[in-house]
């Protein structure tokens, strides 16, 4: 029988990470008011607060095994915390669970050496740094393969040149982890990953690229890598791995964001069937209308629907199994619904939703984003497509790749 109770242990995270955001993570939001998008003074005192209450209750850093200071969750435990932490943009952060750093922790743990945990991880995992990872660049976004940001042996080093664009929160970061070309244009197996310290002098944070959406932490920034001198150490992992390894490490950021994008989504329709019974118009509360019940059903199922196809995809990582596909049509699908869930809850709204009043106009902003970062939907119906017709070519049925489900 398929069994779709959560383990204990899990449940109960659940239930206190969803307490820890109802009391201190949402109220510390409505606290901030504007400010939750100004990376200030204030902005600071709140997260530092956050975090005292979270190590408090037992949830900093729940994705750390124990010995690095961590509760010891998997995939499937991250991905039931981060739906709820999804719900107020400081939560992931109060946990020290955020998107550039939990990604970052990961790798680390998976090819740093003991001497780089370290120096890198321990910092990291207590809160007392943040970091970045530095991909893209403007030439090159979609295709990693045109990266042009070269690492050249030196004496006793490497030495790296180039540009790199977007990287979120560089400005605030202790230290870098930088895909660079070690070898032959074209080749998968010809990009390394280096650790690189903010302090080191080839490294320089040119400027804070205005967006359209939050920002804050640490931007997204324009960094330049000028004779940037490293030692043999700060190479991460084997030469050659780091088209592998940041695939190690986007599989599972991708699902991270799913996973708080459904909590978003899930805040979004929350807010929005609040207001449909309380708002009358025309002597008949909102909810009453077919066009905003048809809004409410469609949420729904698209809720349901993300809710399944994440938590199948982090049971495929959990196991081993492989898992891409199914992470690749999780990240469109859940980026997708996400625009539409809080495009409706906010034109449900009307003026008010379109106000600063309420969360729902940041929600808008910053959910666009998310049909790009970490391949754009159209990479990924790439990706997806092929390997539908892969199936097909070798004379199977294609229902391996539609999830591989019975
Ligand atoms: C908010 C935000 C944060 C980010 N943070 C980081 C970070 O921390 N570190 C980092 O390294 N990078 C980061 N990025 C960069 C991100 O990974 C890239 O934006 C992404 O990989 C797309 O690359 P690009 O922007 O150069 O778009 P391009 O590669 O120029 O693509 C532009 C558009 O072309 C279309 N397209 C491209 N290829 C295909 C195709 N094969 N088929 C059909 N259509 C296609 C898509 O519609 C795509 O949106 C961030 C981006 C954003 C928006």
Not at 278 to 288: K, N, S, V
Not at 384 to 391: E, H, S, T
Request: hydrophobic share 45%; net charge negative; with cysteine.
């Amino acid at each position: 029988m398929i069994d779709f109770e959560l383990p204990a242990e899990i449940a109960d995270v659940q239930k206190k990470v969803a307490a820890f955001v109802r009391d201190a993570a949402i109220p510390a939001e409505l606290e901030l008011g504007a400010d939750v998008e100004v990376e200030g003074e204030r902005f600071n005192e709140v997260i530092e607060r956050l975090r005292a209450e979270a190590k408090q209750r037992n949830l900093f850093n729940p994705h750390l095994p124990p010995e690095w200071g961590g509760v010891g969750l998997g995939p499937l435990g991250m991905a039931i915390v981060s739906q709820e932490c999804g719900a107020s943009s400081l939560a992931s952060l109060g946990l020290n669970a955020m998107a550039p750093d939990e990604g970052n922790m990961h790798l680390l743990l998976h090819a740093g050496a003991p001497e780089q945990l370290e120096r890198y991880l321990r910092p990291l995992s207590e809160g007392r740094v943040r970091s970045c990872f530095a991909m893209t660049e403007r030439a090159a976004g979609s295709d990693p393969l045109g990266l042009a940001t070269t690492a050249e042996p030196d004496d006793d080093g490497w030495v790296i040149n180039g540009d790199k664009w977007f990287i979120s929160g560089a400005a605030r970061a202790a230290f870098a982890i930088v895909v660079a070309r070690t070898g032959e244009a074209g080749d998968r197996d010809a990009f390394s990953l280096f650790l690189v310290d903010a302090d080191n002098p080839g490294w320089s944070v040119v400027r804070e690229i205005p967006v359209m959406g939050t920002a804050s932490p640490g931007g997204h920034c324009e960094v330049v890598l000028k004779d940037c001198r490293v030692g043999a150490d700060a190479l991460l992992g084997q030469l050659g791995s780091g088209y592998a390894l940041a695939q190690v490490r986007l599989g599972p950021a991708r699902l991270a964001h799913c996973m708080r994008w459904i909590g978003v989504a899930q805040r979004a329709l929350d807010l929005a069937a609040e207001r449909a019974l309380t708002r009358e118009t025309f002597g008949e509360p909102l909810a009453g209308r077919q066009t905003v019940q048809n809004w409410l059903a469609d949420s729904a199922i698209e809720l349901y629907a993300s809710r399944l196809m994440v938590l199948h995809a982090a049971y495929l990582i959990e196991r081993g199994d492989e898992y891409r596909q199914e992470v690749s049509m999780a990240k469109v699908y859940v980026s997708e619904i996400l625009n539409k869930i809080v495009d409706r809850a906010l034109q449900l709204h009307g003026s008010l939703g379109y106000s600063g009043d309420l969360p729902l106009e940041r929600f808008y902003r910053d959910a666009r984003a998310a049909r790009i970062y970490d391949g754009p939907s159209e990479v990924h119906r790439m990706v997806i497509a092929r390997n539908v017709l892969k199936a097909a070519t070798s004379g199977d049925s294609t229902k391996s790749a539609t999830g591989g489900l019975a």
